[in-house]
């Protein structure tokens, strides 16, 4: 499987793509062609803390900026169709083919893990094997949490959708093993550890193409980080575009609208990307993957945003409020601000309205709008008083998180195991678990370097943290904002 891209091998992956006919150029068929598929509109580079903030020091810094000042709307990377990796071109193998054939069973997204593992096994006969020997070589994704680090996030919903989620992969691979078998694929690409990689692979970097529903591996298209949908004001986005070339580029987003930034397209037999707003030369070109909450971004990327317009913290109801309730359970969450959805607002106002009276104000509650003075206070005391007893019912507060998070940032710099000890020493309870459940003794292993699967847990572990402390931000910042409602209401009572 792949390294984690030293400079030679992203050089040769580079060369290769370019080729392969990748571009981006903004304007199609200059001749003679660039001597490479970057450095036009974009460039490869690092991202110590854009994007994913904190995260992308840790996890994965490789991101696309902008090589020049790039307007919204733009093309910026054309990848044709031969460069993808897709199930139809890797069921170009008969043997292949016809072992998937005879498994209708396999899901779509079953069918391009094994092709992308069948691939792997070919070495440098691939097709692919310069863009395979690039990609990451573990993944931080929630399929490869450990008990611990699931039990870390603490919140019984996220754990309860956590641990689902290795079992479903587990039984994806049992189901796949045998056309692994049945094609000769080496013993250690049919293994759980390497589907694990294949899925997660799949997971964060496939993109949507329309004759496949698990999508396709795009080389240099799959480097774009990730903006959340609704994220791309800037505060060039604010100036009014006023010179003739900006209209055409205008127009042309519009005309790609369809595709927000990046698609495949038929007529170009290629999978073309656009500027989702303006950039400055050497600012991060960010792509829209979906809408996706922070346990989301975890269970399919392995990372999450510590601004994130779309995450949800989910409070328990009452087994009653859920059934009268015509709202989906998922409707019902406090948003990352602190802010109540609506289905849980107007869920709460019938709840705080007597038995008799709920049919009459039932369509007002469902449109949205207050009851009344009396009730909104009540539900904004209702859940004041729940978001404080689900933070009082877990573990540890957000400062214990806090802190516990800090110490693992100062155990990541560690380069040994001894520098690690003082640190440990002092540490609180968590830690010392997180220890236990690697295996680590405070002094069995002083001296020895920290090894690559303690910093991988580690890395887990603190995403584990961050996702919790958000959780519980979002209930702090929840109780804030129904203590300014009651406030507002007296106020206006008065
Ligand atoms: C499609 S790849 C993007 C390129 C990737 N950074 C690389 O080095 O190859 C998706 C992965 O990039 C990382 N990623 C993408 N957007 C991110 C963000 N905003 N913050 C942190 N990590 C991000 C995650 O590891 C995710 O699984």
């Given at each position: 499987m792949g390294g984690d891209g030293g400079g030679e091998k992203l050089g040769a992956f580079l060369r290769w793509a370019t080729e392969a006919g990748v571009s981006d150029e903004?304007?199609?068929?200059?001749?003679?062609?660039?001597?490479?598929?970057?450095?036009?509109?974009?460039v490869l580079s690092h991202f110590?803390?854009?994007?994913?903030?904190?995260?992308l020091l840790l996890c994965s810094p490789r991101g696309l900026a902008a090589a020049r000042d790039l307007e919204k709307g733009e093309r910026v990377l054309r990848v044709p169709k031969a460069a993808l990796l897709t199930s139809e071109s890797v069921l170009a193998d008969e043997t292949l083919a016809a072992g998937v054939k005879r498994r209708?069973?396999?899901?779509a997204a079953q069918i391009l893990i094994a092709c992308l593992l069948a691939e792997v096994g070919k070495?440098?006969?691939?097709?692919?094997y310069l863009y395979l020997m690039q990609l990451p070589q573990s993944y931080d994704t929630l399929?490869?949490?450990t008990q611990f680090e699931i039990k870390s996030l603490q919140v019984e919903d996220a754990i309860w959708a956590s641990e689902k989620i290795p079992a479903k992969v587990h039984s994806e691979w049992e189901e796949t093993v045998s056309l692994m078998q049945e094609i000769g694929m080496k013993p250690r690409l049919r293994t759980f550890r390497s589907w694990l990689w294949a899925s997660a692979t799949i997971s964060s970097r496939a993109l949507h193409v329309p004759?496949?529903?698990?999508g396709c591996l795009c080389p240099v298209g799959d480097f774009f980080n990730y903006a959340a949908p609704g994220?791309?004001?800037?505060?060039?986005?604010?100036?009014?575009?006023?010179s003739a070339e900006g209209a055409a580029w205008n127009s042309e987003a519009s005309l790609h609208q369809r595709l927000a930034d990046g698609g495949y397209e038929e007529d170009e037999a290629a999978y073309c990307f656009y500027a989702r707003r303006r950039y400055n030369k050497g600012e991060q070109v960010l792509l829209c993957y979906g809408t996706y909450t922070n346990l989301e971004l975890l269970e399919h990327y392995g990372f999450l945003l510590?601004?994130?317009?779309n995450d949800k913290a989910f409070i328990p109801l009452d087994p009653g409020m859920k059934t009268s309730?015509?709202?989906?359970?998922?409707?019902a969450y406090v948003q990352g601000d602190g802010r109540p959805s609506f289905a849980l607002l107007s869920t709460l106002r019938l709840r705080a309205t007597p038995h008799h009276l709920r049919r009459m104000v039932g369509h007002c509650a469902y449109s949205g709008l207050q009851l009344s003075v009396e009730n909104e206070a009540s539900v904004m005391k209702w859940l004041t008083n729940k978001c404080q007893a689900v933070l009082d019912e877990l573990p540890t507060g957000p400062a214990e998180d806090s802190s516990t998070m800090g110490m693992v940032d100062r155990m990541q710099e560690c380069s040994s195991w001894e520098d690690c000890v003082g640190l440990v020493q002092s540490s609180g309870g968590e830690i010392r678990e997180f220890l236990l459940a690697n295996g680590?003794?405070?002094?069995?292993?002083?001296?020895s370097p920290l090894p690559g699967k303690v910093k991988r847990s580690m890395r887990r572990f603190r995403l584990a943290l961050q996702w919790r402390l958000h959780y519980k931000k979002a209930l702090l910042q929840c109780i804030s904002y129904c203590r300014d409602t009651i406030d507002t209401i007296s106020s206006q009572r008065r």
């Open positions: 903004s304007s199609p068929c200059s001749s003679p062609p660039p001597s490479s598929c970057l450095g036009q509109s974009l110590p803390d854009a994007g994913g903030k904190d995260l209708p069973q396999l899901s070495g440098r006969s691939s097709r692919w399929s490869s949490f004759w496949d529903e698990a994220d791309e004001s800037s505060s060039e986005d604010a100036d009014e575009e006023t510590s601004l994130n317009p309730s015509t709202w989906p359970r998922d409707a680590l003794e405070e002094d069995g292993v002083a001296g």
